[in-house]
């Protein structure tokens, strides 16, 4: 049986396999982007599929101080888009 790799959320704090996860990466050139493939070159913060994990990653800046960058607001309105709402 192979082992399901797991990360951990930056905005709940629970760890879940990486598939239920989404990347947030800071790239060497400075951009925040989303990391689809999860392979992007970069710091990179998980944060769960769901719009009350984004709510959280928002109101306590835990995104922006994982990836040590401030966050645009555009990020957060894709990072909606995607969770469907």
Do not use: H, W
């Not at 800071?26 to 970069?42: A, H, L, M, Q």
């Not at 710091?43 to 994982?66: C, D, F």
């Amino acid at each position: 049986m192979r082992k399901i790799p797991m990360r951990k959320c930056v905005a709940t704090g629970e760890s879940l396999p990486k598939k239920e996860l989404i990347r947030i990466v800071r790239t060497p050139d400075g951009n925040v982007e989303i990391d689809e493939t999860g392979k992007k070159n970069g710091r990179g913060a998980y944060l769960k599929r769901s719009i009350e994990a984004l709510e959280v990653a928002k109101k306590k800046k835990t995104l922006a101080r994982s990836l040590e960058c401030e966050i645009p607001q555009e990020l957060y309105e894709e990072l909606q888009k995607l969770f469907g709402e």
